[in-house]
């Protein structure tokens, strides 16, 4: 697995593509306690590749990260995205997108995740980005909150315990009370802009969700 890892880098597309999609598959299919002392490797090069302008390598390697975090445990994947350092726009897109897909795997199980606080006040982070991109990838991840979250009373206890700027929590709480997804801005390329409207989600596998 770690001599397929390396593939991801490889300069000639084609062979990056098909170790990419390898990757999948073998996420897809071996239980996640035999793969998640990989997660820190396979992350960053993954997230690389996600990021790339080219769609036919950027495509492939999306959807592996997407399939990663729903079959990799929920606390190794969370801690990995943490560590990961993003300095450009793309880059952020790509790990904001993983962190949602973490807030769609947990659904109504949030309220038990160890890291809820930590969770949701990175994504609620990402709202202060300049880049319009990132901005709608928080938008979108917090309305996915929404949706796993019945009470508006709940919802808003767990904000003001995550986000302790006032500003910064009224911001959320706009947001969340329009539950408007025309407020996602499609301005941008068909990658990072209008196609955010799809989540990146729909593409996952149809594979079971392991915890």
Known sequence: ?????????????????????????ILENVHPKELDFLCDILVPPLIKKAADTN???GESAELALTTLCFNLSDGRVFACLQNQVCRSK???????????????????????????????????NFLNEGAIEV?????????????SLGSQRELEAILARCIPNDKQYEKVRQLI??????????????RYGSSMRTSSLDSRSAGPHRQ
């Open 177 to 190: 009370d329009r539950n408007d997804l025309d407020s996602i801005s499609n301005t941008g390329s068909t």
């Open 135 to 147: 901005r709608n990838m928080a938008k979108m991840g917090l309305l996915s909150l929404k949706s």
């Open 55 to 57: 769609a036919f390598i």
């Open 90 to 124: 793309e880059t952020k897109v790509k790990v904001a997108m993983c962190y949602n897909t973490l807030i769609e795997k947990l659904g109504p199980r949030i309220r038990q995740f160890k890291d809820m606080e930590r969770l949701i006040s990175t994504v609620a």
């Open 1 to 25: 697995m770690k001599e397929l890892i390396k593939l991801v880098d490889s300069l000639r597309s084609q062979l990056a593509k098909n170790s990419m999609l390898t990757i999948n598959t």
